[in-house]
């Protein structure tokens, strides 16, 4: 099992960016997907983006489409979440996960997870 550490979440403004860090130790990391989903307050847990163990694949959101990246870095184990433009909507804990088996957008397919990084977008 990989242990995931998420960091870089904080307050932004709208229209800001934000650089979202996952760093895995204690497991394989480098021959996963890996993810990013969040959860905002009274709702469910959504998927973000995922990008396939080489980064060759990546997924979005509709919703992040244009505006995030997910890149992954696997001499560092560490996957990034770059954020821009962000909006008030973009207001979540925002947690890195990595896949079971193929890239996937559904968080079922997910086995472990971070614990989160809180993200705030003020208007």
């Known amino acids: 099992q990989v242990q995931l550490v998420e960091s870089g979440g904080g307050l932004v403004q709208a229209g800001g960016s934000l650089r979202l860090s996952c760093a895995a130790s204690?497991?394989?990391?480098?021959?996963?997907?890996m993810g990013w989903f969040r959860q905002a307050p009274g709702k469910e847990r959504e998927f973000v983006a995922a990008?396939?163990?080489?980064?060759?694949?990546?997924y979005y959101a509709d919703s992040v489409k244009g505006r995030f990246t997910i890149s992954r870095d696997n001499a560092k184990n560490t996957v990034y979440l770059q954020m821009n433009s962000l909006k008030p909507e973009d207001t979540a804990d925002y947690y890195c996960?990595?896949?079971?088996?193929?890239?996937?957008?559904?968080?079922?397919?997910?086995?472990?997870w971070g614990q989160g990084i809180q993200v705030t977008v003020s208007s």
């Open positions: 204690r497991g394989t990391f480098s021959t996963y997907p």
């Open positions: 996960a990595r896949a079971r088996g193929a890239i996937t957008t559904n968080k079922l397919e997910y086995r472990d």
């Open positions: 990008i396939s163990w080489s980064g060759g694949i990546t």
